[in-house]
């Protein structure tokens, strides 16, 4: 289960830093594309969108993102 949340706190991260590459890596080798954060609910879609990261969103947004999901704020 740690493993799991390491490779999907990585997503999270690639998301927001725009690390097309990463995201995609992270995503074929099995991280949750609709995980959320443990503090704020944060998906990785959420981060990307958050610092405009578009081929990031539509990468996600093409790979099933829930695209209506919300944080707990």
């Given amino acids: 289960m740690q493993r799991e949340q390491k490779r999907n706190e990585k997503l999270i991260k690639a998301a927001e830093d725009g690390d097309l590459e990463k995201v995609k890596n992270l995503v074929r080798h099995g991280a949750d594309i609709n995980y959320k954060d443990t503090f704020g609910s944060f998906t990785a879609l959420h ?3 958050n610092n ?3 081929e990031i969103i539509n990468y996600l947004a093409d790979n099933e993102a829930d695209m ?3 944080n707990k704020w």
Avoid: E, L, T
Wanted: glycine share 12%.
């Fill in 68 to 70: 209506n999901c919300r």
């Fill in 47 to 49: 981060c990307a969108a």
């Fill in 52 to 54: 405009g990261k578009i």
